[in-house]
């Protein structure tokens, strides 16, 4: 299967979860972070995040964002949508 990285504000998780699951049905390997368990208090903390999270769609072959409102304020989905464009990935889609 394809490994899919699902980028989207933690208000979206239970969408998301939808989502995710429906890609376990047909055996792909999405990546859903809902990563409230790392600190973003302190700026080695938002770097561990940041990088952990480069890492994570460098290993990736397809993206989805999910675009709601909260998803387009969000810091780390604005983040992560310009560093897969930076990247040059090319599998892309979005689900509004």
């Known amino acids: 299967g394809s490994w899919i990285f699902l980028s989207h504000s933690s208000r979206d998780i239970e969408k998301v979860r939808i989502i995710r699951n429906e890609f376990e049905k047909h055996k792909q390997n999405p990546l859903a972070f809902h990563l409230k368990c790392l600190r973003t208090d302190t700026q080695e903390g938002c ?46 889609r979005i689900l509004v």
């Open 47 to 92: 770097k561990e995040l940041e990088d952990l999270i480069k890492r994570e769609i460098d290993a990736r072959d397809w993206f989805v964002f999910c675009e709601s409102e909260a998803a387009k304020k969000s810091t780390y989905v604005n983040m992560e949508k310009e560093y897969v464009l930076k990247r040059g990935k090319k599998k892309i």
